[in-house]
Each structure stands twice: as structure tokens, then as C-alpha cells.
């Protein structure tokens, strides 16, 4: 009988312990207690205060694969098509396509496996830095005094700022494995913002500066993963460009150009050997001559990015993000001035008396970045019908409802009407507000995915001339939805780069390689060039 016990002992014990090794090595496993704390409010899990390591651990590694292993199955059907699109990934009907079944092709096509990322949060500092701008790494050195040698290439800069991780965080009074605020002491609200622009992630409305660090920390590890995935995409455009342009420069050449090639660079040719045999030659030495590598010539030409990832894709994003600077500019041209004043009112930015339009063009512009500060009367202007009459309805403001209740009543004056009742809660404060602000909350939480979706044509119509955007004549009803979005994003986000845009100008750089490819080659005869730049025109073409 004892011996009975002690093996079922064994055997639960054996279970306890199978059951529990995945867990024990987790990598919050060892956080702090401070460092769990702050993984949960950066991910809106609630937890008790006070509460012990144990029941925070707990609570983490409830909540670790929702957010961490498999962020995507909260994701809605148009968000997992889209994700499926940007791999390549084609569903046969996305809009039929059920949800699991989207879900079981996007768990297909993850950046990364569970091992993957659980090894991930347990080395933090060699990846979290990589989606940093030089400036950004620069700053953090020169803040935290690290010395960086010249001429501060972005490779050293990061070698310089992982190897200097722990210090700063212990200097700082912080951790390192989930990283404090103490990170991104050297980054302004601007910085932030920006970066969540650049990265295709929304600002949280309202924000603060903590609530911006919480969405930069959180989301470092997916635009990390995006980062790394466009730029190995970037790097096989480049190298595939690059062979197609060679190979037809070769082609171009005359027997003499080639011997001539051959003869600069030592590159033996035996005795008799044909046109054919010699350009076959001429390619079989390039990749020796001219490091043809897919992590260094093939990209570095094309000035699309250097030996470095972390390099190529922050030149690839500082050019989208200027093309999306460039976007924006060219949006609020269009912008009347009401629009314009309400976007600075929007983000608490003053607006001097008597502004011209251009002034006030400059002034959102510089705040193109700037996140918007609250709610304000504005955050109504994009409610639809129901949610308007509805807050109306629960304001407590007589004149309110009784603007809600009259018969034939449109969407433009509810608008005037909960601008009003706002204003007027606003000032007065206490409850009518607290109420305000709570409807608003849940309000645009449960509509946000489907703005504008009820509208009729009329009030998009109406709310477009609001921005002083003519509509083309024959717009569709969904054409006029995208065209209202558009300019809601932008006064909602201000200048925002989704992800997926970061290499969308990657092409242009590709035209820029020509002239290099040409001159390592050392085409000097006209003859030559001239066949070379037929070459470029019919390959442009064909890219």
C-alpha cells in the first residue's frame, strides 16, 4: 500500500512538474515585482493593490499569450486580411472567410514561434533599440554619458547603447528586463508620438506622456518583428534588381570591353575563349569583385539600406516617413480654416488672434506629430446619428434633449447641440461632466471600428464640406466613407505612416543604383553606356 502511495506521489508529482516547466521558465519568471505590474497596466489587465509576486505572476502569465504569443486572435476579420494580404497570402473570399479561419492562416504565417518569443522578452536589450532613429541613439548616449567613437555610425551607436542597457537602468534606479520610463527619458512627447505614427499604431486618446511610453513599450516588439521581416523584403528586391541590372550591362558589352575587365581585374582568361564564355566569366568573378552579397553590396548600392538592418530600415523609414509628412501637408491644404483651428483646439495648441490660413496651416503642421489632448467639443463631430442622440439623451442638459427630441432633427445640428451640452459640462465640471467624459468613452471604444459605416450620404457630404473637401461628382457611397476616414485619421492622429508604407518608395531608391552599377562595372566606352542606359529604360519597365 506504500509502495502504491509513494508511485502515485510520484506520478502527481511528475505531472506537477511537466506541467509547471514551461512556466518556471518563463521569461517574467524572474521580473520584479514592479517589472509585472508594469507589463499588466501597459496592457489594461486590472490587478489588485496591493497584491503579492505570486498573484501578479499569475495574472501575466494568464493574460502572456493574448498579448505576447498569439496577439491576433483578438484581431477583427479585416484586420487578419489585411495581415494575410501584406505576407502574400491570398484568402479565397476574405470577406466570407470565417474568423478562425483567418485566425489558423495568420497562426500560419506569424513572425515568430512561441520559443521564439518567450526567448525574446528574456534578452530585451538586443532587440528593443533596433527601431530607434539614430538621432534617438544618439541621444540616449549623450544623455546617459556613453561615449560613442566618430564617426557614429549607426551600428556602434547601437553596440555602444545594448552594451550600456544594464547600467543605465541601474543608474536609473530601474529594471532592465521590462524596461522603466527610465528609457525614454531622452525622447519628447513628439518623439513618441512619432513613433507610433511611423509604426502604423494609433496614439491613445486622451494621452499622457506615460500612456505614450506604455504604447511604445508595448508595441516594440511587433514593429521590431515588422522591422525586420520589410527589411529582409527590402534587402531580396535590391539584390534581385541588382542582378537583373548587371547581367544586362554584361550583356551590352563588346568581346574587347569584356577582355578589357577581365584584364583590370586580374581575372585570367584562357586562350580562345568565346564572347559567351567570357561574359559567363565576367559573372562568375562579380559576386568576388564586387561583394554581391545580400547583406551588403546588393542593398548599399541601391542606397535602400547597409550591412545593418537596423540601418536599412531606419533609412527606409525615415524616407516614408517623409512621404507621409509630404501626405499630410498635402491633405490640410485642402482644410478649411474651422477645420484647422479645431485641430490645434483638439491638441491644446493656442491659436494667436487673427491667424491667416497659411499661419495656421504652419502651426498645424509644426504639431503634425503633437497627440490630441482630451475630448474636447470636437470628439463629437464623428459620432453617428444614434450615439449622438444618446449622449444627448444622458447629458442631463435640458436644452440638450430637447434639441434630440425635435422632430426632423439632422446630424449636424445634434452635433451643435453636444458641442454645446459639452461645453457647458465642461465649465460647470462635477458630475454633468464625469458623466460627459464616460459617455464619450465607452461611446467611441464601441464605434470606432465602424465610423462612419451608418452614415447616409448626406451627412457625408456634410461632414466632408466641414474640412472644405469638394466631393467628385459621382462618388460612391463607399468612396465617400474612405474619403471621410481619410481626413478623420488625419485630424484624429495627425501625420500617421501605416506600417505596411515604411518601404513604399524603395523602388525609387532602386533607380539610383543604376549609375553605381555602372561605374564599379567600369563601363567607359559611350557605345557601352548607351546600350546600358536601353538596358535601365527596359528594365524599369519590367520591375
Not at 544623455?143 to 555610425?153: A, L
Not at 491633405?331 to 491638441?347: C, G, H, M, P
Not at 458623466?435 to 466632408?464: C, G, I, M, N
Request: proline share 3%; net charge neutral.
Amino acid at each position: 500500500m506504500r509502495i502504491a502511495t509513494a508511485l502515485v506521489s510520484l506520478a502527481l508529482g511528475a505531472n506537477v512538474v511537466l506541467g509547471s516547466s514551461w512556466f518556471s521558465n518563463a521569461a517574467y519568471n524572474k521580473w520584479h515585482e514592479t517589472e509585472l505590474e508594469r507589463w499588466l497596466s501597459d496592457h489594461d489587465v486590472p490587478y489588485p493593490t496591493p497584491a503579492d509576486r505570486k498573484s501578479l505572476e499569475k495574472l501575466v502569465q494568464a493574460n502572456w499569450d493574448t498579448y505576447i504569443v498569439t496577439p491576433y486572435k483578438d484581431w477583427d476579420t479585416e484586420k487578419l486580411s489585411e495581415y494575410l494580404k501584406l505576407k502574400g497570402i491570398e484568402t479565397k473570399d476574405s470577406a466570407a472567410a470565417s474568423k478562425d479561419a483567418l485566425i489558423n492562416q495568420v497562426q500560419g504565417a506569424w513572425y515568430e514561434s512561441e520559443d521564439k518569443a518567450q526567448s525574446a522578452w528574456t534578452n530585451v536589450k538586443d532587440w528593443i533599440l533596433d527601431s530607434w532613429t539614430d538621432s534617438q541613439l544618439k541621444a540616449f548616449c549623450d544623455r546617459n554619458g556613453i561615449p560613442v567613437p566618430q564617426p557614429r555610425k549607426r551600428d556602434t551607436l547601437l553596440e555602444k547603447a545594448r552594451s550600456s542597457y544594464e547600467t543605465v537602468a541601474q543608474k536609473a534606479g530601474g529594471t532592465a528586463a521590462y524596461p522603466g520610463n527610465w528609457l525614454y527619458e531622452s525622447w519628447t512627447e513628439s518623439d513618441l508620438k512619432e513613433w507610433l505614427d511611423t509604426h502604423g499604431i494609433p496614439a491613445p486618446q486622451p494621452t499622457t506622456r506615460d500612456k505614450l511610453i506604455a504604447s511604445v513599450r508595448r508595441n516594440s516588439r511587433l514593429a521590431y518583428l515588422r522591422m525586420q521581416e520589410q527589411s529582409e523584403a527590402a534587402k531580396s528586391k535590391a539584390q534581385a534588381t541588382y542582378d537583373y541590372l548587371t547581367d544586362k550591362i554584361i550583356d551590352s558589352w563588346s568581346e574587347s570591353q569584356l577582355k578589357e575587365f577581365c584584364d583590370k581585374n586580374s581575372i585570367s582568361v584562357p586562350q580562345g575563349t568565346k564572347v559567351n564564355q567570357l561574359r559567363a566569366l565576367v559573372r562568375k568573378h562579380r559576386a568576388e569583385l564586387l561583394g554581391d552579397t545580400v547583406s551588403a553590396t546588393a542593398v548599399s548600392a541601391f542606397g535602400a539600406a547597409t550591412s545593418n538592418v537596423g540601418s536599412g530600415y531606419a533609412k527606409a523609414t525615415d524616407a516614408a516617413g517623409q512621404t507621409a509628412e509630404d501626405a499630410f501637408n498635402k491633405v490640410i491644404d485642402t482644410w478649411s480654416e474651422t477645420r484647422l483651428k479645431a485641430y490645434l483646439d483638439a491638441r491644446g495648441v493656442p491659436v494667436p488672434q487673427g491667424s491667416k490660413t497659411n499661419e495656421l496651416r504652419a502651426l498645424v503642421r509644426k504639431n503634425a506629430h503633437k497627440a490630441a489632448s482630451g475630448w474636447t467639443a470636437w470628439t463629437f463631430d464623428d459620432l453617428s446619428y444614434d450615439n449622438l442622440k444618446a449622449y444627448l439623451a444622458s447629458s442631463g442638459n435640458a436644452a440638450a434633449q430637447k434639441a434630440a427630441d425635435k422632430a426632423g432633427v439632422t446630424r449636424e445640428d445634434l452635433v451643435k447641440a453636444a458641442q454645446s451640452a459639452y461645453a457647458s459640462g465642461s465649465s460647470a465640471g462635477g458630475s454633468s461632466y464625469a458623466s460627459a467624459t464616460s459617455y464619450l468613452a465607452s461611446a467611441t471604444d464601441s464605434v470606432k471600428a465602424a465610423t462612419f459605416d451608418t452614415w447616409s450620404e448626406s451627412e457625408l457630404k456634410s461632414y466632408l464640406d466641414s474640412y472644405g473637401i469638394p466631393v467628385p461628382q459621382g462618388s460612391t457611397l463607399n468612396e465617400l466613407r474612405a474619403l471621410a476616414r481619410r481626413q478623420y485619421t488625419y485630424f484624429k492622429y495627425g501625420t500617421s505612416t501605416p506600417s505596411e508604407t515604411v518601404f513604399a518608395k524603395i523602388g525609387e531608391n532602386v533607380k539610383g543604383g543604376w549609375d553605381w552599377v555602372m561605374s564599379q562595372l567600369n563601363i567607359g566606352a559611350d557605345a557601352a553606356k548607351k546600350k546600358a542606359e536601353e538596358a535601365k529604360e527596359k528594365g524599369h519597365k519590367e520591375l
